[in-house]
């Protein structure tokens, strides 16, 4: 990562490439997360790679969520884990939320390299280890959580996050936040909140956004979450793409 020239015009692209790739090498990104990377650099190309002011308001919108919420979770896979595990707990500790390790390919071992990887950045507590819940509806591994945190939050943020327990978590009646780049992808599709942006630049946006709404009142918070369109932020991200082709 040292090695790329910052002000190379692809500089980011290839940081986060780099990431994950060294995340495969530590046993931290499942194989199946290079193709996802893959996916999601070509669409953050079409989308200018830039997080667009519809995709700054959703984040806003998901820091008021995050900060308004009983019990807030926020859920780190294989790829969440090599891009931006620091990130992750300064926003965790930023709207007092959990973090939970949360697999679609899970194995004793990823879960225990993702958890001292997230160590090694400061989060103090993760969750994710026990897996004593299941969700309803879904095959028996992707449905594992901890009955203290996922299963029963009441906002969770998911980030690259699987169409089929999007769907599921959806159904249990949870707030979602999905981070998605594809705005055509079945969890944006389903969240209340789709935040089509980079993960590495989302999540900082979102912990400026839950710092500077620190002191807001609940009903200043009420008042985003509300004015906060998700059928717009879609179509927005669509209709930049299509017209950037
Ligand atoms: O670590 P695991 O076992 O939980 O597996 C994680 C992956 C991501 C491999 C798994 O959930 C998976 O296969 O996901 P998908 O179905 O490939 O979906 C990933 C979505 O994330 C795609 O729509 C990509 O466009 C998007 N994506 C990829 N990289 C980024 C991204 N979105 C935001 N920021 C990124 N850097």
């Known amino acids: ?14 940081v986060t490439r780099h990431r994950i ?4 090498e530590k046993g931290i990104t499942h194989l199946q997360g290079m193709h996802a990377e893959g996916r999601g650099s070509a669409f953050d190309y079409l989308l200018g790679e830039e997080t667009t002011e519809t995709a700054d308001e959703a984040e806003r919108a ?4 995050l900060l308004s919420a009983d019990q807030p979770v926020l859920s780190i896979n294989g790829n969440v884990a090599a891009l931006v595990p620091g990130e992750m707990v300064e926003l965790a500790a930023a709207v007092d939320a959990d973090l939970e390790i949360n697999l679609f390919n899970r194995t004793p071992e990823r879960i225990g390299a993702i958890e001292s990887h997230l160590r090694e950045h400061g989060a103090t507590a993760v969750k994710g280890l026990e897996a004593d819940a299941r969700i309803p509806n879904l095959d028996h591994e992707r449905s594992k959580v901890d009955a203290e945190g996922i299963y029963s939050a009441d ?4 980030p690259l996050e699987d169409g089929d327990r999007a769907e599921a978590l959806e159904a249990m009646g949870k707030t979602e936040i999905v981070i998605d780049l594809n705005p055509l992808s079945r969890s944006p599709q389903v969240a209340d909140v789709p935040v089509v942006d980079n993960i590495v630049r ?10 500077a709404l ?7 918070l009420e008042a985003i979450i509300e004015d ?4 717009r932020a879609l179509e927005a991200a669509e209709s930049r793409i299509r017209n950037g082709l």
């Open 1 to 14: 990562e040292d090695e790329i020239p910052p002000d190379h015009p692809r500089y980011t692209d290839l």
């Open 21 to 24: 790739e060294r995340g495969v």
């Open 62 to 65: 998901a820091a008021a969520h």
């Open 155 to 158: 906002v969770v943020l998911v």
């Open 202 to 211: 989302a999540v900082p946006n979102m912990t400026a956004h839950a710092r």
């Open 214 to 220: 620190q002191d807001a009142s609940e009903a200043e």
């Open 228 to 231: 906060f369109d998700r059928e």
